[in-house]
């Protein structure tokens, strides 16, 4: 059974930092790149930023861009979002997403987590 897990997220002040963990199984992790996407309240799925099956290649949205990074563990089949400089603009439900490519498009993505709330406010 395949299965994502996100953690980390909650309420942070602006300029805080917080890191994601997208803890997965069932599946053979370093086969697949990862993603992660947000959510907020009525906006499209947007993604964050993913990484590939070894960790190679990388890709980042413009606006996370120097504040975000990810990171995987491909022996605790684990990915990590390390988020810094939060503002409320970041304030949404993060996902992480598995597939075979390292892109950006949602739609690409086969196994999804449930999400994690991430709140930026004063």
């Known amino acids: 059974q395949v299965q994502l897990v996100e953690s980390g997220g909650g309420l942070v002040q602006p300029g805080g930092s917080l890191r994601l963990s997208c803890a997965t199984s069932?599946?053979?992790?370093?086969?697949?790149?990862i993603g992660w996407f947000r959510q907020a309240p009525g906006k499209e799925r947007e993604g964050v930023s993913c990484?590939?099956?070894?960790?190679?290649?990388?890709n980042y949205a413009d606006s996370v861009k120097g504040r975000f990074t990810i990171s995987r563990d491909n022996a605790k089949n684990t990915v990590y979002l390390q988020m810094n400089s939060l503002s409320p603009e970041d304030t949404a439900v993060y996902y992480c997403?598995?597939?075979?490519?390292?892109?950006?498009?949602?739609?690409?993505?086969?196994?999804w987590g449930q999400g994690t709330q991430v709140t930026v406010s004063s």
């Open positions: 990484i590939s099956p070894r960790g190679y290649a990388i």
């Open positions: 069932g599946f053979t992790f370093d086969h697949y790149a």
């Open positions: 997403a598995a597939g075979l490519r390292a892109t950006m498009l949602p739609t690409l993505y086969n196994y």
